[in-house]
């Protein structure tokens, strides 16, 4: 089993990486099947079922879809050149391409909520559409986003999930259980063993750039959090808090005022200002989703700012045992809200947010694993219910508490040798069936939970 390092994080834009940057990249995937058609097309057309459909608009799912049509990518996405496609669009009821020529596209009509249909392979479904002069459909594919802008067609998800069909790589653990006895044997650190495996993939300059990469953008999204006010959009009014908490933190310094607990403020106002300017559709990486980036970001500049020793050319080694811990968990359960609840989102990063810093703090990996579970079995049952189908409430402070969460379970497990009661295996196996008997209602189409017990308008 092999999950890159860049399939765990991903460059993209808020504020959903299954509800936004998945229907996007499923759309411009469309696009390359519709240019490889042996007839003319016409128009397009998409309808959105499951959890794309319940909160597909507070997800921005409608406009991402639309912007994928049109060619747009969440890695390379520019605002006003989206916001400009998107007028055009809904003036013109075209969508231009150079090849294709002026497609017929009417959001009103052709972009369908179905909310009765549900698809069998995964929540988050929906189906593209190809139609000629007549409107009639003449191509057709259905695509699931199945969480962190993964995203399948029916027959690719058919064929068994995310399946890697490339060269062999030196370490290819499926389980906690493997990778510790790889580590044993070979003497090599998690990270290690990880940086082996993309080596062998990418080669070792893809690595050190595209990591570098990765946390340049986490830190710039913390940065503009932390100095961007206003409310954020949707409707349910709610105001960024990152800024202020930050001013009123930097005022405090050196002034002997704070109790030592105000450390937790400077962990959670990193999360909520990755949060924020996710939930403001701003560029943020998933880690492992958008509804859950701020919480490895967080607690990496936890590490570096406030902790003695801290060296920002150990972040690869921070990620890389983070990426492992997120590999584990989506190919063995879900790092899906709509399949399996928060605790699959937040729950999932909170793990691997503990273990790469366990990690980079001098953990074996034996510690790191032991960091990993005790961060993954306090968020067992998370519902996910955002108010509204937007990422917001109670998504942001929720990623705040998941960074606190990561930071304790990794001192908690320097704190012993790495043996402890419960293995992370058996952590995963219960989230994943936790998330099976779990409701519909607290699986990410705000049907139930908070989303419909406070007010929302």
């Keep these: 089993m092999f999950l890159s390092v860049f399939d765990m994080f991903k460059v993209g834009v808020g504020p959903s990486s299954s ?159 493997q990778m510790l006895e790889m580590a044993r044997d070979s003497g090599k650190t998690i990270a290690g063993m990880k940086r082996d495996n993309e080596i062998s993939r990418g080669g070792r300059d893809r690595l050190a ?36 908490i930050h001013d009123a933190l930097q005022a405090e310094r050196g002034m002997n005022l704070s109790a030592p607990h105000v450390i937790n403020d400077w962990i959670s106002v990193y999360a909520l200002a990755v949060n924020e300017e996710n939930a403001a559709g701003g560029q943020v990486v998933t880690a492992p989703t958008n509804g859950a980036a701020g919480v490895v970001p967080a607690v990496i500049r936890y590490w570096l700012d406030h902790v003695p020793g801290a060296s920002p050319t150990r972040v690869e080694e921070f990620l890389l045992t983070a990426a492992a811990i997120g590999g584990l968990v989506k190919y063995n359960a879900s790092i899906s809200g709509a399949e399996a609840g928060c605790q699959a989102e937040v729950g999932s990063a909170a793990a691997m947010a ?71 295996d058996a952590c995963i196996e219960t989230m994943r069936q936790t998330g099976r008997d779990m409701h519909e209602h607290y699986k990410e189409t705000s049907l139930g939970g908070l989303a419909v017990n406070v007010p929302n308008c």
């Design 209 to 244: 750039s595209g990591t570098a990469r990765i946390w340049e953008v986490m830190n710039a999204c913390i940065d503009r959090g932390l100095t961007t006010g206003g409310t954020l959009p949707g409707g349910l009014g709610v105001r960024r808090r990152a800024k202020p």
């Design 354 to 424: 503990a273990a790469g810093l366990c990690a980079v703090l001098g953990g074996t990996p034996e510690q790191i694993e032991n960091a990993a579970e005790i961060a993954l079995e306090h968020h067992l049952g998370m519902t996910c219910d955002p108010v509204k189908g937007l990422v917001q409430v109670p998504c942001i402070e929720r990623n705040g508490l998941g960074a606190i969460k990561a930071v304790s379970a990794a001192s908690l497990a320097l704190r012993g040798d790495g043996q402890h009661f419960v293995p992370l």
């Design 19 to 177: 509800h936004t940057m998945g229907p996007m990249l499923a759309a411009a995937r469309f696009l390359e099947t519709v240019r490889g058609a042996p007839f003319g097309v016409v128009g397009l057309r998409a309808s959105l079922h499951g959890s794309l459909a319940f909160t597909g608009v507070g997800h921005a799912t409608d406009r991402a879809t639309v912007l994928g049509l049109a060619g747009f990518r969440p890695d390379s996405y520019d605002h006003d050149k989206a916001e400009a496609a998107l007028e055009a669009i809904h003036r013109t009821h075209r969508i231009p391409h150079a090849d294709l020529g002026d497609l017929r596209f009417d959001p009103k009509r052709d972009l369908i909520f179905d909310y009765d249909t549900q698809l069998p392979g995964h929540a988050n479904a929906m189906i593209l559409m190809a139609t000629d002069a007549q409107g009639d459909v003449i191509l057709q594919e259905t695509y699931y986003s199945i969480g962190g802008g993964f995203v399948l067609t029916e027959a690719e998800l058919a064929e068994g999930r995310d399946t890697d069909d490339g060269p062999a790589v030196p370490f290819p653990f499926h389980s906690a259980a």
